[in-house]
């Protein structure tokens, strides 16, 4: 936590101001801030509130619309949507509890995150890397008083993946929710015996690996990092689907 933090030298892309507002908004709707049924702020108040335009908020508007999770109603306003009919939405209500769909899930982990991991050694500002740092922090807190690390296990990989300065990196993984971090002990996956303090140690040393890499600007070992981070976690899930007990992993070996 001590080493120094190396800068990219090259500017970081800026999202568009609506990019931003849709984020927020989007963000604001799948952690349940915003509610089915609830009525947006005005345009004037959302423009006041975050520092934008009108043509801003109607970008940003009729963006979450064409997702499916606002719906605009003449003469009575902007109203988030009973059942979000977005393909994100849709994913993460259609995966069910086997440790099939947990392989499903790392699949598209894969997919996303080993990508997002470079990108975020390549496009990171400070103010990200931080945030990178204090979820980790949290993660050795949580696992200090001995509770359910699940949570700041997420937000270390939404962090990095917000780092990436692209949205809808955070929106896969905002869209898988809980299931991204199935190894919790509040995951519908979640068994004692593969959250040993053992076992969540060697994920932190797994988490530290990657976010060295970010710091150090390095793109590639950062990817490398990541793939073996979730190669790890599949391979844990491959041995329990075929009966494998995960208890004799042996401390250190982690998969998650």
């Known amino acids: 936590m001590s080493e120094p933090v190396v800068q990219d030298p090259r500017p970081e892309r800026r999202p568009k101001l609506a990019e931003r507002l849709v984020a927020e908004l989007r963000s604001q709707v799948v952690s349940g801030r915003l509610v ?3 009525k947006l702020p005005t345009e004037s108040r ?33 109203f988030v949507v009973e059942q979000p009919t977005s393909a994100f939405s849709a994913i993460s209500a259609e995966l069910g509890n086997k440790i099939s769909h947990a392989l499903n899930v790392l699949e598209v982990r894969m997919g996303v995150e080993i990508e997002s991991a470079g990108l975020a050694a390549q496009r990171r500002n400070s103010a990200q890397e931080a945030r990178i740092y204090e979820a980790y922090t949290d993660f050795d807190r949580l696992l200090a ?7 700041s296990d997420f937000a270390i990989h939404r962090a990095i993946a917000a780092a990436t ?12 929710g809980s299931r991204t971090i199935p ?13 040993t303090v053992e076992y969540q140690v060697g994920l932190q040393r797994e988490h530290w690996k990657i976010i060295k890499a ?26 329990r689907l075929a009966g494998f007990d995960p208890a004799e992993t042996a401390p250190g070996e982690t998969a998650g």
């Open 36 to 38: 089915a049924g609830q």
């Open 46 to 78: 959302l423009t006041e509130t975050f520092g934008v335009s009108r043509t801003v908020v109607r970008e940003a508007i009729a963006a979450l619309a064409a997702d499916g999770l606002v719906e605009p109603r003449q003469g009575a306003g902007v």
């Open 145 to 151: 008083s001995r509770q359910a690390t699940g949570k």
């Open 165 to 176: 300065n692209n949205p809808f990196y955070v929106e896969v993984l905002d869209a898988l």
């Open 183 to 195: 190894c919790d002990v509040a995951s519908p996956w979640g068994t004692e015996s593969v959250l």
């Open 214 to 239: 970010i710091s150090a600007g390095d793109a590639q070992g950062a990817r490398d990092a990541m793939r073996s981070h979730l190669s790890a976690s599949q391979q844990r899930y491959r041995d």
